[in-house]
């Protein structure tokens, strides 16, 4: 791990200035990924500003739907009564992803940021866009088995690694922060990036913002959702393909349909179209299908993940009817019903 | 307040207060070390083992403020003021029931990762989220075991689960006398 200067902030205002005062330095929180990115040397911050100590650790209720505190960690949302109540898609893929100890550690705002687990990424002796932007992507014509399938570009084909903001997107989301321009509200969509030419920034926030918390809107896809997350092992493993399901159904019609994607691009996959197409139809494998197909027809595989388009067709019928049917998956009975 | 690591007395360090078993113990540390370094190196609690030093074995997990975490991933500097336990302050006198129970099920091989595995059980059965074998096993998939004691670490935790473990544990102690 480098050397760096070590700021603890007693205030947002005081880390967004200590931020914007130092182009080298980073927001330090759990630490789960930042930390085990620097022992690979792949982060280098020249200081890291620590903010566990601000107040944003709360869970409230705001604006008729919830606000989840940035500090929050994953596994206080993951087991939140009002979370669970109203928005149990979300306590779902928190429960599929990482282990007990790291969902302890990681915050909310932190699993927004969190970065590909691309091999190349990692390997600061190889090449990598992201990483050094120029150098090159090893990816494309390496080993590219769990890379992304939907959104790549010539520069990058990284997935985004989270199952928590896959669900986010689903639900739509809203990322509040503060920087040294004031604060803003980034609806999720627009918070995570396609890689483009430009595939070192994850995020559109701004050097010094900070994540103040993950808004909740007012909605109710609480009876009609299923989180599923297909990978190599049945725990603590990261998604091949995912799929977050959330409908509001009129008996056996589906009124309302959101669909987001993990595992297979930069960002949360969602499709308008698809969504769109769904809605006012019965809830049949046929509907499901078509929807597949939609998202699907955009897909280019690379060598060795061409079975990812696949196992997205059956993953995205097998969660709609999932959720269609209000039978969620189980995050602990791993057998897929 | 911003404080500095720039401001201290001595360059480089920061002062950092833990209660580490029950033990108030005031250090200064480098802001670049883990909470597992420090427990290892600097306070010769070397029954924390390092496996991974990535979160991904689990073989660091300590307790610190009541919640189970990979103490590799942590910065000491970040954790001034809390509560750390770690598998020296599991007993005192007599075995943790958890440790009386992988005694009893022989629930490791080499043993390497069982400091772990037992710091996460402890915190699992204090959760009280974990009932059935399944959710023993999900509760427990951040600590790896690569003797493959899988089986047997479900079975011991299981027993303090059901409450199986106090007469198991005064067994294993009047066996070791």
């Not at chain 1, 009817?321 to 791993?334: E, L, N, V, Y």
């Amino acid at each position: 791990m480098n050397r760096f200067e070590y700021t603890r902030a007693g205030t947002v205002q005081e880390a967004v200035q200590a931020l914007a005062a130092d182009p080298a330095a980073r927001f330090i929180a759990g630490g789960t990924n930042l930390v085990d990115l620097m022992k690979y040397n792949v982060e280098r911050p020249g200081r890291l500003v620590d903010i566990t100590r601000l107040p944003l650790d709360e869970i409230v209720a705001h604006d008729g739907g919830l606000r989840l505190g940035a500090l929050v960690p994953n596994a206080t949302v993951a087991y939140d009564p009002l979370v669970n109540e109203r928005y149990p898609l979300l306590a779902s893929a928190l429960l599929a992803g990482a282990s007990p100890q790291l969902r302890n550690a990681a915050t909310t705002g932190g699993n927004l940021l969190q970065r590909t687990r691309c091999y190349y990424f990692y390997d600061e002796a190889t090449p990598c866009n992201k990483r050094e932007p120029g150098s090159g992507c090893p990816a494309m014509t390496g080993v590219n088995r769990i890379h992304a399938i939907l959104g790549a570009s010539d520069t990058c084909i990284a997935t985004h690694p989270s199952d928590m903001c896959v669900a986010l997107a689903a639900l739509e989301a809203v990322v509040q922060v503060e920087g040294p321009e004031g604060r803003r509200s980034i609806p999720f969509a627009e918070f995570h990036r396609l890689p483009g030419d430009a595939p070192q920034a994850d995020t559109t926030l701004r050097h010094g913002e900070i994540v103040l918390s993950v808004d909740l809107p007012d909605e109710d896809f609480s009876q009609h959702y299923t989180y599923l997350k297909l990978r190599d092992r049945l725990s603590y493993a990261f998604a091949l393909v995912s799929v977050a399901a959330a409908l509001e159904m009129d008996g056996d019609t589906i009124r309302t349909a959101r669909l987001a994607l993990g595992g297979v691009a930069h960002k949360p996959w969602r499709n308008a179209e698809a969504e769109s197409r769904l809605q006012g139809k019965k809830a049949t494998p046929e509907t499901f299908r078509e929807a597949a197909d939609v998202i699907l027809a955009e897909a280019r595989p690379y060598a060795h993940n061409a079975f990812k388009v696949e196992l997205a067709r059956r993953a995205i019928v097998r969660g709609l009817s999932q959720a269609a049917a209000g039978t969620p998956q189980s995050q602990t009975d791993k057998r897929i019903a | 307040m911003l404080s500095d690591s720039g401001s201290s007395a001595s360059p480089g360090t920061i002062p950092v207060t833990l209660t580490v078993n029950g033990q108030e113990r005031r250090l200064r540390v480098a802001p670049w070390t883990t909470l597992l370094d420090l427990l290892r190196e600097e306070l010769d609690l070397t029954g924390t083992k390092k496996g991974c030093d990535h979160g991904q074995c689990g073989a660091c997990t300590v307790i610190v403020d009541g919640k189970r975490i990979n103490s590799c991933l942590a910065l000491a500097v970040q954790k001034d003021g809390a509560r750390v336990t770690t598998i020296e302050g599991l007993s005192s006198g007599s075995l943790h029931p958890v440790q009386a129970a992988f005694l009893e099920h022989d629930a490791f091989q080499c043993g390497y990762c069982t400091p772990g595995q037992i710091m996460s059980a402890v915190a699992l059965i204090e959760e009280g989220r974990a009932r059935s074998r399944d959710e023993i096993r999900e509760h427990m998939s951040g600590n790896i075991c690569r003797c493959g004691a899988y089986a047997n670490i479900v079975d011991a935790v299981e027993d303090v689960l059901k409450g199986k473990s106090s007469s198991r544990s005064s067994s294993v102690r009047e066996a070791a006398e």
